[in-house]
Structure formats: structure tokens, C-alpha cells
């Protein structure tokens, strides 16, 4: 027990003297966190707009002012020339344009027709959908003000209530999948490139002829990790609650303790990775490539899992992560209890029994 | 001349002896254009729906029908009460909760006026923003059936209307692999030329063979444009694979000049190799590099608009993007793929992006020591 503790002291001393790996694994979460939090957002806001106004009346200045006053766009010009249109959008000055054919007003009010043409870049599909969407609703509510006098009958009013997010924020979706990528990177990146350089430069077959039985070399390897990945997970969620003012709603324990059996999946798969690999880089590359790409793909918290094909589908259920990710969601966002989310832990356990296994079998005492 | 040309012999064998870098270069471009473009659909269909029909008239199982047949959502539970419904959204079967109050039918006929409740799992916001909207439309179209099937005669024709016609333009189809593939292609040549040249240096640092360089009359930019120059033939050759994949698979060729492409590219990687070099020359061990190089990496992609505009993001951020390379390669692939930019448009891009390599290279030449 005495020498279990002396190694891990030296694991300790071991990381905690690389300032720079403790930048990667201290910085990294917080980081993440401001990112996602702050900067990453699929709103539309000060769009840039061009309009090409051709009728120059009462119909189309209306529009136009309301569309300036509009917080999802920003007037980048305003002609008369359709020419211009395309020019801009290959500059990449303008997102839509806005035109408005000669004697708009007259064929408004003579006709009670009257057309307006909206061209937008759908290099980005979603965001010109978006921006249609907002300039069809500017466009109709002036003609309503047109038709305030009518009378509607037989009105269905929907009311909508938001649940759990009802400003509509990012963070409750991407909080718990911070949690599942910092957590991932930290144990298996970190684990199996530590192990792996202790076999690249020799140093290995010194710890593996001490006395300490090898198993608890490794034990002791993983230990540090999973302090350091705990304490992640708590500057997380304190970040979350101070400064995106988004707070636990479940029990804290359970979350941990949820955590904490996520952690020791994700050291098993860095053990296990360490044990099959000899060089760093090719330790980096499988801790890239297998475990960073599938976690990012399949926890669904970038990519929606249920548009993806049926294979997709299917892999994404033995990706530990997305069951990591549906068990934070539930307790953290909607503050379910352990009855709610007990398949996915059992799942979750199963994963790292596997696992565990399989490394133990491949462990090999000698190196050569 | 004849120093540089010794070098780069030099490293072309390391390299080509290195499997996995090799592995590298021709799997990393496959595998993430043939995968991460599947998994990238932002389309939002499919959305799971609970209904609560309290009412049970013809009235509401016409709404019923024509939400269902408009193939946004999908009938995942027909419950009697609301309480059930939430049970479903807490264990995520259901994203959208329709209830429709008792005698509906009636009281719309009657009261003029009728409410129905919806509640929307918001947690993915934009999700939920789309569903709820999408929901509210088809409720609006039925509200007009029913009030056209009440009142035959109905006035709206003789109200001022306004129609709007919009064309998606570079893009008709509103296609997402359009969106996602130049994409890729800019953060594959970003993150094979990142990181093989990061842990270069580095690893000659390890393993000390450096040491040998450094008693050799080899100058410093000489040592600097030997690892250069393979690394940048290098990311050319994925840039090439990864445009041969997007064409086969994806049907996607460049409309702008692919001359200007490569000029482009090729500029790029000088200054994202030289960023590499740079942070290979003030770490000590490959495992710092790989970290270090990682942690850039993650901040440039995400905050590159490979998947959020830029536009969306706050001033501040904005303002880190414009010292983010990888934003401005992501742009001009955009650009000049989608949507047939010249010369005259990425200009101002390419001049910033020239201006990251200088900087980049010459600090990595100044910082890298021969003496310890």
C-alpha cells in the first residue's frame, strides 16, 4: 500500500511539473466552456443585406425601414442597380438581397398583388433559410398593417412553452457534451500517451522490474488522471452555474458519481490503447482518430444522430460518450433522478467491464 | 542550395520509412470526407411528436392527419394525458407536445376563438426553435382551411398581398454537403500540416539527434525550409486527394479557378507550417508538442465557422477570429469552390494569410536555437 502511494505521488509530481500538459489540462475545459458558451451560436443577427430598390415608393421605404430596424440585419447598401447583387455575394459582402420591381406600391394597392424578390447565399443552407424566414416575416407583417381592418374569424391561437431552456440558449445542449469531450480527452489522450512514452523512452522497463506488481504500475499511472478529470468536471460545472448561469437541477452526487464511472471508461480505453501501441505518435493518432472524431460525431450534441444513416445510427451505440451525454443531460438539464437514467448506466458499466478485460488479457509484462 | 537539397533527401526518407504518417495522409482525407459530411445533416426532420387528443372530433383529427402527413414529424405517442407526454419527453422519445383541449371543435365554431398547447423540449434550442415554428405553420395553413370551409366566400382574396419569391442562389438544392465539404478540406490540410510539423522538431529534440544538426555547418533557415518544404508537398498532395474524393463522392467541383485554389492553399500552408515549426521550437518533448499544437487546433476549428457563422458571434470573438488562419481558409474555399470567386475577391484574404507566414516563419527561424 506504502509503495502504491509513493508511486502515485511520483505520477503526480510527473505531470504537475510539464507546465505545458497542464495547460492542456486545466485550460482546455475552461476554454471549451467560454467557446460554446459564448461564441458558438447558430442565431442570426446583423446579417448583412443588400437592397435593390427599383420602386423608390411609399410600399417599399416602409419595408425598407423596418427591415433597417430589424436586429437580424444590417442594410449594407441600398440601389437601385440588380446588377450589384451578384459582385457582393462573390465578395462575400452580402448574405440576401432584397428587390423591389418598378411600381411595387401601385400594383399593391390597384392589383392587390404585387411581387418582391429575395435572393440569398445558400452556401450555408440553414442560415439562408433562416434569413428568408425573417425577411418573408418583415415583408408580411407590413402587409397585415395593410389589412389591419379585416376581421379573422375562427382564430386557433397556439401557445408555445419552451421546456427546460426557454430562451433558447446553447448551452444546456452543449454543457454535458463539453463534459463527455474534456473528460474523453483528458483519460484517454493523456493515459495512453504517458504510458506509451514511459515504453518509448525506456523508463518502462525499470517500473516493470521494481517490485510493485505491474498491475498497480498502471493503477497508479491511471490515478492522477482521474483526480485531475474530477476536479474538470467540478470547475465545469461551476463555470456552468456562474458565469452561463446554468445550475444543476439533479442530485450533484449522482452526477459525480456518474463522472466518475465515465472516467474510469475512459482510462480503460487509454490503458488499453498504451498497451496495444510503442510510439506516441501512433498513441496520438488512435486516440484522435478512434476516440476524439466518434465522440464528437456520435454524442449528438453537434450532429443530430436521428438525421444520420442507419449504420451511423447503429455505431453511435457503442460510442461510451453519447450514453455519458444522455446521462448528463437528464440529471444536470432536466434533473432527473437515478430511476430515469439507469439503462444507460447499466450500459455505461457494461462498456468498462468489457473493456477492462480486454486489457487485462493484452497486458504484457515484458516488453520485448 | 546544395545544403537545402541534402535536407529535404533527408526528410523525404524519414518520412516515407514513417507508416504511420503515411497512413496518415491517405486515410485522414478518406475517412473524414466520407464520414463527417454523412453525420453533418442540420436538416431538421423527423422530429418526434406526442399528441394529447382531449377533443376526439372530426376537427381534431383532421389537425392530427395533416400534421402527420406533412413529413416534419413523426407520431411517437398518442396520449390521454399530459402527464404521460413529459414522461416521454424526459426520456427523450419526444421532442414536441401538442395538446388539444376539450370541445375544441365546438368551442372554435361557437367562441370564434380556440387555444391549443404546445410544449417543446428546448434543450437543443435551434432544434426546438425550428420544430415549434414549423408546428405553428401548419396550424396556421389548417386555421385558413377551416375558416375558407366556414366561410366560402372568403375576403382575403380582396386584401393587398404581397408575394414573395426567393431563390437560393450558388447552392439551389440547399444542399448541406455543399456547406460542409470545402470545409473539411480546409481543416484536413490545417490539421496534417499542423501537426506532422509541429512534432518534427520536436522529435529530433527527443531523441537528440538535433544535436548532430547543430554541430554541422547547416544555417538556420536552411534546417527551417528542409522541414518546410516536404511538409508543404505533403499538404498538397491531401488537398489533392481530398478534391479528388469531394468530386467523386460528392459531385463537388470547383466552380472558381482551381489555379487560384492551389495559389491559395499553397500560400496557406507556408504560413500553418510555420506555426507548426514555431511551437515545435519551444517545446521539449513530443508529447507537449501534440498537446500544445491540440489546443490551438480545437480553438481555430471551432471558431473557424466550419459549422456557426461568424457573423453569429459575439464582437468579441469576432475580433479573435480575424487572428485565426484557419477562418480565412474556410472562407476562401467557400468562396472560390461554391461560388466562383476570382482573384479580385479573396484578395484582401490572401494578403492576410501572406502575412501569417512571414510572421510565422520568421519567428520560428528567430526562436529556434542552434546553442542550448
Not at chain 1, 450555408?124 to 398593417?145: E, F, K, M, R
Amino acid at each position: 500500500m506504502k509503495q502504491l502511494l509513493v508511486f502515485i505521488k511520483k505520477e503526480f509530481t510527473h505531470v504537475l511539473r510539464d507546465r505545458k500538459t497542464l495547460l492542456i489540462l486545466f485550460g482546455m475545459p475552461v476554454i471549451q466552456v467560454l467557446i460554446f458558451g459564448f461564441a458558438l451560436s447558430n442565431e442570426v443577427k446583423r446579417s448583412e443585406i443588400m437592397i435593390v430598390d427599383q420602386a423608390n415608393d411609399q410600399a417599399s421605404q416602409a419595408i425598407i425601414s423596418k427591415i433597417g430596424a430589424s436586429q437580424y440585419f444590417k442594410i449594407e447598401k441600398l440601389t437601385n442597380d440588380s446588377k450589384q447583387i451578384e459582385p457582393a455575394f462573390k465578395e462575400n459582402k452580402i448574405k440576401i438581397a432584397v428587390i423591389f420591381p418598378l411600381n411595387f406600391n401601385n400594383h399593391l394597392l390597384r392589383e392587390n398583388k404585387a411581387q418582391v424578390q429575395v435572393l440569398a447565399d445558400a452556401t450555408d443552407p440553414n442560415n439562408a433559410t433562416a434569413l428568408i424566414n425573417y425577411v418573408s416575416a418583415v415583408i408580411t407583417d407590413y402587409q397585415s398593417t395593410l389589412n389591419k381592418n379585416a376581421f379573422a374569424p375562427y382564430r386557433i391561437i397556439s401557445e408555445t412553452k419552451m421546456l427546460y431552456n426557454p430562451q433558447l440558449k446553447g448551452a444546456p445542449n452543449f454543457v454535458p457534451g463539453v463534459m463527455a469531450l474534456v473528460l474523453l480527452l483528458v483519460c484517454v489522450m493523456l493515459t495512453a500517451v504517458s504510458i506509451v512514452r514511459e515504453k518509448e523512452t525506456g523508463t518502462m522497463e525499470i517500473l516493470l522490474v521494481s517490485p510493485m506488481r505491474p498491475l498497480l504500475v498502471i493503477l497508479s499511472k491511471s490515478t492522477p488522471y482521474l483526480i485531475f478529470s474530477l476536479v474538470n468536471v467540478a470547475s465545469i460545472l461551476l463555470l456552468s452555474t456562474y458565469v452561463l448561469n446554468l445550475p444543476v437541477k439533479g442530485s450533484l452526487l449522482l452526477l459525480f458519481a456518474e463522472s466518475t464511472l465515465f472516467i474510469i471508461t475512459c482510462l480503460t480505453l487509454g490503458i488499453f490503447i498504451s498497451v496495444k501501441t510503442s510510439s506516441q505518435q501512433v498513441a496520438m493518432l488512435i486516440s484522435l482518430m478512434g476516440m476524439l472524431l466518434p465522440t464528437i460525431l456520435f454524442s449528438g450534441f453537434m450532429f443530430p444522430i436521428e438525421n444520420m444513416p442507419v449504420p451511423l445510427q447503429i455505431i453511435s451505440n457503442i460510442v461510451p460518450s453519447k450514453w455519458y451525454y444522455i446521462i448528463v443531460k437528464a440529471v444536470m438539464i432536466k434533473g432527473l433522478g437515478f430511476s430515469a437514467i439507469w439503462k444507460e448506466t447499466l450500459i455505461l458499466t457494461s462498456i468498462t467491464i468489457f473493456l477492462l478485460l480486454i486489457s487485462l488479457k493484452n497486458f504484457k509484462t515484458r516488453l520485448a | 542550395m546544395r545544403t537545402i537539397r541534402f535536407l529535404l533527401r533527408k526528410e523525404f526518407k524519414q518520412i516515407f520509412r514513417n507508416k504511420s504518417i503515411l497512413a496518415m495522409v491517405v486515410a485522414m482525407p478518406i475517412i473524414q470526407l466520407l464520414i463527417l459530411p454523412l453525420a453533418a445533416n442540420y436538416e431538421v426532420k423527423n422530429i418526434n411528436l406526442a399528441i394529447i387528443d382531449n377533443d376526439h372530433s372530426t376537427y381534431s383529427q383532421k389537425l392530427i392527419t395533416t400534421i402527420t402527413a406533412s413529413g416534419y414529424f413523426r407520431l411517437t405517442g398518442y396520449n390521454s394525458s399530459f402527464k404521460e407526454a413529459m414522461q416521454l419527453v424526459e426520456a427523450d422519445k419526444a421532442d414536441l407536445v401538442l395538446e388539444i383541449p376539450q370541445n375544441f371543435e365546438r368551442n372554435l365554431v361557437r367562441e370564434n376563438e380556440q387555444k391549443l398547447f404546445v410544449a417543446v423540449n428546448a434543450i437543443n434550442g435551434t432544434k426546438a426553435n425550428l420544430g415549434g415554428s414549423y408546428l405553428g405553420n401548419i396550424i396556421k395553413n389548417y386555421n385558413d382551411d377551416i375558416r375558407l370551409q366556414l366561410i366560402p366566400d372568403s375576403r382575403s382574396n380582396a386584401q393587398p398581398k404581397i408575394e414573395i419569391v426567393s431563390s437560393n442562389w450558388f447552392n439551389p438544392l440547399l444542399n448541406d454537403h455543399f456547406f460542409i465539404v470545402p470545409g473539411i478540406l480546409a481543416i484536413l490540410i490545417t490539421m496534417i500540416g499542423g501537426f506532422l510539423s509541429a512534432l518534427n522538431i520536436v522529435k529530433e529534440k527527443e531523441i537528440g539527434t538535433i544535436e548532430q544538426i547543430n554541430v554541422t555547418p547547416i544555417k538556420k533557415y536552411h534546417f527551417i525550409l528542409g522541414k518546410l518544404i516536404p511538409f508543404w508537398i505533403l499538404g498538397n498532395v491531401v488537398f489533392t486527394i481530398g478534391l479528388i474524393v469531394s468530386w467523386l463522392v460528392y459531385g463537388i467541383v470547383p466552380f472558381g479557378s482551381l489555379l487560384l485554389l492551389y495559389g491559395f492553399v499553397a500560400v496557406y500552408l507556408l504560413a500553418i507550417l510555420g506555426f507548426g515549426l514555431l511551437i515545435s521550437t519551444y517545446c521539449e518533448t513530443q508529447q507537449q508538442a501534440m498537446f500544445i499544437m491540440f489546443f490551438f487546433m480545437m480553438i481555430f476549428i471551432l471558431m473557424g465557422g466550419l459549422f456557426t457563422p461568424i457573423e453569429s458571434m459575439p464582437d468579441w470573438a469576432q475580433w479573435v477570429t480575424k487572428f485565426n488562419p484557419v477562418s480565412y481558409l474556410i472562407n476562401v474555399m467557400r468562396m472560390v469552390i461554391l461560388k466562383g470567386s476570382g482573384l479580385k475577391d479573396v484578395l484582401p484574404q490572401l494578403g492576410i494569410v501572406a502575412l501569417f507566414a512571414l510572421v510565422l516563419n520568421a519567428w520560428a527561424i528567430l526562436n529556434y536555437k542552434k546553442t542550448n
